[in-house]
């Protein structure tokens, strides 16, 4: 059986008392109401103690109301759907929730870490970088400790069970926040027949009306709220978004919305994503984002029961929850009065009002008076009594100025003290884009600076806290809004509600309230409360000479939590510029970012995860691979089967048969990954001709080239074989993971360089499947599957292409050749690929056909020494460096791209790395990829690296290990011997060969 | 994240369809060859890199495919134009490493 | 030291007379009218240059002049990782250096910069990474640096909520380790070179903006600036994210382009993640702060900007990296997002250099990867400014690579950020 629920009001609030809701609390087991939120029913329960503080592990309790909330920070669920560090105020209760504070070891009430409190004094702020230097080993133990003491809640260690999904809008008018004025705005904007999308982080709209007494003409403030979400709801050009936060702010009005869809579930009842980023881009952007109410700073005011004024209000009127039964509240300004009135008429005591005002007069306060309730102007709460719950306020008399006392000091006994030192406009959105705020002195806080958006902000987020005000600036920018994307004459229809607004009188800017002592030796004067930052730690910054606020901050951590100083920057700020003696304006903030509150990573991601992280490309065959137990090699998108292992082969006998089978007899090879690159036009050769080193200007229809593109830099960039399909029509070739590059490079070049050049490209890499079929026995096999063409060597030579019907499909058929043997690469239109694949599978099966992947190819090209690009070179070789010397045109007429660069003072000099091949002294070592090589293996270190191993295997047609390499000067170098240190403290000897290994002359591939 | 004009599109598109071609109006020389090194590495790599209006290269890449040309602030990123491939700006641009 | 030297026992004895006689940490002074040396930048590269003018060469008439606060650019904005494991031997012994640095700098600045040698972790996820790793680190190993290469058995146990499924989209195949490698407090690191550049005489002035670099008969004779000129024989311009506008001043122009690069991190959280886990192919790189935040780096916006801020897209693709890597991340919440701005070279190395106006030195273009090198760039830079030549590890970073074509190409090595 829950406890009774203490603090709850018979009456009153928008909580059902019908509707009960079990949750826990650290394990206890408590009740609540539809309607509340954690904080709400934690109050409800006399849950004082809900969080220990960060630095100095001192109890905690609830401040305020929303997502200013700096100390009820829970961790809600458990195992794999565990969400930690929400704060209390924001989480709706469900059946069967189970919270858990995130401090305090071993729980909040009894916290063997407060220790830590005993020795505060050794913990200043920086007290980390003056000490723990000595012994510099010791560090990482000091740490471990610091660490353990830091963080707040436990990341989930299981995989996130939800999911997550975006939404992409463009609206007219995007409104942020849907209190008065984001709500009045909307009603304008929709009227006026603007597509309006409307805001709000609570899960119902209203914002302040929600948890206030006030009336709009003849309506309640309730009534009228009802009212306007009934007209919005009615409106077909209206998107309301409850239980969403725009945390983002950027360039050319786009924001970012996270909407929170299902943690407010219980959890059999949650479908669908869990939460939904939306993705707005807004023609005009009204802010309507309210103010947050300053706490007051005074030793002792993080005792669990000093809360907001505005808060205690809040929890009275919205949840009917009291939390404490003698209220004492301590003002700077009429607003707060309304606390005070509201306790009274809920039927508890009200001990006093403190004002630090000396003569406060407003209507509230004589108001306040006539209940019979106590006012004590000109003075202050200095300090409070009691550890884990107020007990007592002490309280003294302050000067005109609110910095000194005046005279001694009284306690008056109270359980909960309710504070307010006005209120600070919430500029965070409008700041994001480094627009500055600025100070405004009559506010008593900063207003939104000038911005480049299109965006206006309206009501308390614009310094304009009365109710009406917010109304009619809501109406105005709602029509201006809307009038400006064309909706409308911009001109509001707002008739201003028949409301006795009473005025206020002058608040006092209060920013820390003096104690007997100075700042340095009263007890602790919180200024941040969840990072433990106190009035005299930003002083000691300064005194340190810690000046500019972002130094402040940094050094005091000061605004670094999670609540981002919401509740504590601008007392922050006051109180740093008072030490340093200038005033605010030009101390100024530290710089306002995204996020407003913190987001979910997940939802950030979106649906981009696991499967769908990155695209998968399959070729057409790929199912008959996977059939077939092949192995995957990642290229670029690509899935390409890596080797084809039959019953209990590991990758090196696997590889070693199907190289023995391609040079014995035949192989087949899905190449369907190659990019293909279409090109037409009047100046196709040409063009090509500028990109590749050598020339196309003479290829011929039917004929093949291979070629090396490079960068104008003269760095290899990319090679493969050119086709020449007709006059003026050419079929490039490029590497599998180098495709789009490429033809982005040939758009880019023809587009801002050469737009006279008649040229058309179109990628078909997907419109083909590639079957290559290498191997002596390739000509026995295409021939019975292929009748429409002469295939012998004379007629169809190698670097000769056909088209020609193979199994029946029209194909083109390429006599090129990637391992030396003789090859044709079967191009057929992709739907095909199985077809022919399996056409040539049938084909082959009298001589043993193999299929091979990927890495049987790189074997046997490397056998021939045909280089990788990327594997082989690395973006700082050029063709000379590969050898390859005799693929740059030396007489072409036009400088094709990187030409220029081979001829750079560095491209030309003496020891630049080679490329050349390397055999181990034993014939069975096989070099490991990477290694580095030196010519002396007993030097000392730094060794002097000669380069490195870019391919290595072990070539079972030559029954040796076989390695690329390169090397300072290696053509120069034939035949000497290097080594290559390995990690393990091996070194391999080996000597410098040429690069071909196998079949040096070509005969095999021209047969 | 910005938003864009395709100039052949005519239509405002999200960041997320283009790609940044880097700063706009570099010609290769005519005749590298007779570029000295110094010449031929300024070509290369050396930028004006504004702090201010600055002219640069987008490509439609998830759209028409086309480059083309934007000025914009670098410090406000405010777009002022885009202008196809071959044409002048409107508005004058920053010199090397200026302020505007 | 201006602030008496600090210790457990100066931290005790402060705490007595309740912390009011701690001194500054650095003085504030008006600048004098000329100087031996001007640093321009007040940021880490920048203070740590002061210190060893002073330190190691006696040259202690020195100004450093910052318009903004003092570590305000991107020593304050940076993921904080430290590691020397480049591939080149021009950038790795560079590095190298600094990491040695690094190891002494909390005790010989007297300023505990916590610097936290947790290891990094450099995923590979194909084949081709594996080759690149293996090629790195051996040559890290024969240039006497830290590393080795492991597999992702090993690296589960390093990292135990890192998902190495091999059925993973871009499985985890194995990673380059430097143990050596981590994490410092970036702020500190401005603080303790200024408090103790300060303590050698250097003047460090803030809130003070250069706004031309005078210059007679090709050398350079001081500093325009907002409070007025200032005299110098030598400058010393250490502006990332603003070397252009530098050298605009003195008119010259640079291979550097300026991008945004945007980093975020989360609420704290219990310890979860005790290495730096960096990854190229998938795309991100994440660490713990002592706070307990989740301190992720993003990749650079495309465009050039100025702004301090990127676009949204680039912060979607970092979390899909991240909850990639660490689908139990997926509901950890980001607390907070920012950007700096970078200076980047073609080869993503930086310019440690002469200029053709004489007295006038440039360090930047360090793009991406500036922060973990802070203590080298400062000791080669002082060193270089001291003596009119390159230091021997700043002479293959010389601007004039750009014309001869010696690049040194660590873009694969210079991290995620390309």
Redesign the interface.
């Known amino acids: 059986m829950p406890p009774m629920q203490v603090n709850r009001l018979e009456k009153g609030g928008r909580v059902d008392r019908a509707d009960a809701v079990n949750f826990t609390f650290n394990g206890r087991p408590l009740q609540g109401y539809v309607g509340d939120t954690l904080a709400s029913a934690l109050l409800a329960n006399g849950v004082k103690v809900v969080a220990r503080s960060f630095k100095y592990s001192r109890p905690r309790g609830v401040v305020g109301h929303g997502s200013e909330e700096p100390n009820a920070i829970v961790q809600v669920a458990s195992g794999a759907a565990t969400i930690p560090n929400l704060r209390a105020t924001q989480v709706q209760i469900y059946e069967g929730l189970e919270a858990f504070s995130v401090g305090g070891w071993p729980s909040v009430d009894f916290d063997l870490m407060s220790v830590v409190g005993w020795f505060s004094r050794l913990m200043p702020p920086g007290f980390y970088y003056k000490t723990f230097m000595w012994p510099a080993r010791l560090w990482l133990t000091y740490e471990h400790f610091i660490r353990k003491a830091a963080g707040l809640g436990q990341a989930p260690q299981l995989r996130d069970p939800d999911s997550y999904d975006k939404l992409n809008h463009h609206c007219d008018v995007l409104i942020v926040g849907a209190g008065p004025a984001g709500l009045s705005a909307a009603l304008e904007a929709a009227s006026a027949g603007a597509r309006v999308i409307i805001a709000d982080e609570q899960h119902e709209m209203g914002g302040s009306l929600l948890s206030g007494k006030a009336s709009i003409g003849a309506l309640s403030g309730q009534q009228w709220l009802q009212d306007s979400c009934e007209q919005l709801a009615a409106y077909g050009n209206v998107t309301v978004l409850p239980r969403s936060t725009v945390f983002g702010y950027y360039d050319h009005n786009f924001l970012a919305i996270l909407e929170r869809r299902n943690d407010h579930l219980v959890p059999q009842l949650r479908t669908g994503s869990r939460q939904r980023l939306h993705r707005v881009r807004a023609r005009q952007v009204i802010l309507a984002t309210g103010a947050i109410e300053r706490p007051l700073v005074f030793a002792n005011n993080d005792v669990p029961g000093v809360m907001l004024a505005s808060s205690v209000c809040t929890y009275l009127n919205r949840y009917g929850v009291a939390p404490g039964k003698k209220l004492l509240l301590f003002t700077a300004n009429d607003n707060a009065y309304q606390c005070a009135l509201d306790w009274h008429a809920a039927g508890r005591t009200v001990v006093a009002v403190v004002d630090s005002r000396a003569a406060p007069d407003g209507p509230k306060v004589n108001a306040c008076r006539r209940a019979g309730i106590e006012v004590i102007a000109g003075h202050g709460v200095i300090d409070v009594k009691g550890k884990k719950a107020v007990n007592a306020a002490i309280v003294a008399p302050l000067n005109a100025e609110g910095t000194a006392l005046t005279g001694s000091s009284r306690p008056l006994d109270c359980d909960l003290i309710a504070c307010s030192g006005g209120w600070s406009p919430v500029v965070h959105l409008s700041s994001h884009n480094g627009v500055k705020p600025r100070w405004d002195s009559d506010a008593i806080g900063f207003l939104p600076g000038v911005s480049s958006q299109a965006e206006c902000s309206v009501g308390a987020a614009a310094g304009s806290y009365t109710l009406l005000a917010c109304l009619a600036e809501g109406a105005a920018a709602g029509a201006s809004a809307a009038g400006k994307t064309g909706n409308g004459n911009g001109e509001s229809g707002f008739v201003a509600p028949n409301t006795q607004e009473k005025t206020e009188h002058a608040p006092q800017a209060l920013f820390l309230v003096p104690h007997s002592q100075r700042t340095s030796r009263a007890p602790k004067q919180f200024v941040d409360f969840q990072l433990d930052v106190t009035a005299a730690s930003i002083e000691l910054a300064a005194r340190e000479g810690y000046e500019s606020v972002e130094h402040v901050k940094r050094y005091t951590a000061m605004g670094f939590g999670t609540d981002q100083g919401k509740l504590g920057n601008i007392n922050g700020i006051a109180i740093l510029a008072r030490a340093l003696g200038q005033d605010i304006p030009s101390t100024g903030t530290t710089m306002f970012r995204p996020c407003y509150t913190p987001t979910t990573f997940g939802a950030l991601a979106g649906r981009d995860v696991a499967d769908l992280f990155d695209p998968e490309r399959y070729t057409a065959m790929h199912r008959w691979h996977l059939e077939h137990g092949a192995q995957w090699e990642n290229v670029g998108q690509w899935k390409r089967p890596w080797y084809f292992p039959q019953s209990g082969e590991s990758l090196h006998q696997a590889v070693n048969r199907e190289c023995l089978a391609v040079r014995s007899s035949v192989g087949l090879l899905d190449a369907s990954t190659l990019g293909k690159i279409d090109i037409q036009g009047r100046d196709a050769a040409e063009f090509i001709t500028r990109m590749y080193t050598n020339s196309y200007l003479k290829l011929a229809p039917g004929k093949c080239r291979y070629g090396l593109m490079l960068k104008e830099d003269g760095m290899i960039f990319d090679d493969g074989v050119t086709a020449c399909i007709s006059e003026n029509h050419y079929l490039m070739h490029t590497t599998t993971g180098g495709a789009a590059g490429v033809l982005a490079w040939l758009e880019l070049w023809h587009q801002t360089e050469w737009p006279h050049l008649e040229v058309y490209f179109t990628s078909v890499t997907d419109h083909w499947s590639t079957a290559t079929i290498s191997g002596p026995n390739a000509r026995k096999v295409l021939a019975k599957v292929c009748d429409d063409i002469d295939l012998e060597g004379d007629q169809f030579k190698f670097l000769d292409w056909r088209e020609c019907t193979v199994a029946g499909v029209k194909a083109r058929v390429f006599r090129i050749s990637f391992t030396g043997e003789l090859s044709y690469e079967v191009n057929v239109p992709a739907h095909s690929g199985r077809h022919i694949w399996e056409a040539l599978m049938a084909a082959g099966e009298e001589f043993a056909i193999t299929p091979y992947g990927t890495e049987t190819m790189h074997v046997l090209r490397a056998e021939k020494g045909f280089i990788i690009v990327g594997q082989d070179t690395d973006g700082s070789m050029t063709p000379q460096d590969m050898n390859m010397d005799w693929i740059v045109g030396k007489n072409k007429t036009f400088s094709f791209i990187g030409k220029r660069s081979l001829a750079r003072s560095d491209s030309i000099r003496e020891g630049r790395k080679q490329l050349v091949g390397l055999r181990t002294l034993d014939p069975l070592q096989v070099l490991p990829e990477g290694s580095q090589i030196v010519n002396d293996p007993a030097e000392a270190i730094p060794m002097a690296m000669q380069g490195h191993v870019t391919s290595s295997y072990y070539s079972a047609n030559l029954k040796h290990s076989i390695a690329l390499a390169v090397v300072k000067g290696g053509l120069g170098r034939m035949g000497d011997r290097v080594y290559c240190p390995l990690a393990d403290g091996a070194v391999i000897e080996a000597e410098i060969v040429d690069s071909v290994f196998y079949d040096p002359t070509g005969e095999r591939q021209n047969v | 994240m910005l938003q864009i004009k395709c100039p052949y599109c005519q239509e405002l598109r999200e960041e997320d369809e283009f790609s940044y071609g880097g700063e706009a109006h570099i010609e290769r020389p005519a005749n590298p060859e007779a570029c000295s090194d110094e010449e031929w590495g300024a070509y290369l790599f050396f930028r004006k890199n504004p702090r201010g209006v600055h002219h640069e290269m987008w490509n439609h890449a998830a759209g028409c495919r086309r480059y083309f040309n934007v000025t914009r602030n670098t410090v406000t990123y405010e777009i002022l134009e885009s202008y196809p491939m071959g044409e002048k700006p409107a508005v004058l641009a920053a010199g090397p490493g200026e302020r505007n | 030291m201006s602030?008496g030297s600090?210790?457990?026992f100066?931290?005790?004895k402060?705490?007595l007379s309740?912390?009011?006689n701690?001194?500054?940490?650095?003085?504030?002074p008006k600048p004098k009218s000329d100087y031996d040396v001007i640093i321009i930048g007040g940021g880490g590269h920048g203070l740590a240059t002061a210190y060893y003018l002073a330190r190691e060469h006696g040259i202690t008439n020195v100004a450093v002049i910052e318009k903004?606060?003092?570590g305000?650019g991107n020593t304050?904005r940076n993921t904080t990782i430290i590691r020397s494991n480049y591939l080149w031997?021009e950038a790795a012994?560079l590095y190298e250096l600094a990491l040695k640095l690094w190891?002494?700098l909390?005790?010989e600045l007297?300023?505990?910069?916590?610097?936290?040698?947790?290891g990094v972790l450099n995923l590979g996820?194909?084949?081709?990474d594996?080759?690149?790793?293996?090629?790195?680190?051996?040559?890290n190993?024969?240039?006497?640096i830290d590393g080795?290469?492991i597999g992702p058995a090993e690296v589960q146990k390093l990292v135990p909520?890192l998902?190495c499924s091999p059925g993973n989209?871009?499985p985890v195949l194995g990673a380059s380790w430097q143990p050596r490698g981590g994490t410092a407090?970036h702020?500190?690191v401005a603080?303790?070179y200024a408090r103790a550049a300060d303590a050698l005489g250097v003047d460090l002035i803030?809130q003070t903006e250069v706004t031309g670099i005078r210059r007679e008969n090709g050398r350079v004779t001081g500093v325009e600036t907002n409070a007025g000129f200032i005299g110098a024989r030598k400058v010393g311009c250490v502006v990332a994210g603003?070397s252009?506008?530098?050298?605009?001043?003195a008119g010259l122009?640079?291979?550097?382009?300026?991008h945004p690069l945007q980093a975020m991190v989360?609420?704290?959280?219990?310890?979860?993640l005790d290495t730096v886990v960096m990854s190229n192919a998938?795309h991100g790189y994440i660490s713990?702060s002592?706070?307990?935040d989740l301190v992720i780096g993003a990749g650079i916006d495309?465009?050039?900007?100025?702004?301090?801020?990127g676009?949204?897209?680039v912060?979607?693709h970092t979390?899909?990296a991240?909850?990639?890597l660490f689908?139990?991340?997926?509901?950890?919440?980001?607390?907070?997002?920012?950007g700096g701005i970078v200076d980047t070279c073609?080869d993503a190395c930086p310019i440690i250099s002469k200029t053709p106006v004489q007295g006038l030195y440039f360090n930047c273009g360090w793009g991406t990867g500036g922060f973990k090198a802070t203590p080298g760039s400062g000791y080669v830079f002082a060193d270089t400014v001291a003596h009119d030549r390159p230091h021997p590890l700043a002479e293959a970073f010389s601007i004039d690579?750009?014309?001869?074509?010696?690049?040194i190409?660590e873009?694969?090595a210079a991290g995620v950020a390309h």
């Open positions: 602030g600090y210790s457990g100066s931290l005790f402060n705490a309740y912390h009011e701690w001194q500054r940490a650095w003085r504030s903004g606060y003092l305000g304050g031997d012994h190891e002494g909390s005790q007297n300023f505990n910069v916590m610097f936290s040698q947790r996820h194909t084949l081709q594996m080759r690149d790793i293996e090629r790195r680190v051996n040559a190993r024969l240039n006497g080795e290469v909520l998902d989209r871009y407090r702020d500190a603080w303790g803030q603003n252009g506008v530098l050298a605009a001043m122009q640079l291979p550097i382009e300026s989360s609420e704290p959280l219990r310890p979860c998938v713990q002592d706070k307990g495309h465009y050039t900007g100025y702004g301090q801020r676009s949204f897209h912060v979607e979390m899909q991240i909850c990639e689908p139990a991340f997926s509901r950890v919440r980001m607390n907070r997002q920012w073609p690579r750009f014309y001869s074509g010696a690049l190409d873009h694969g």
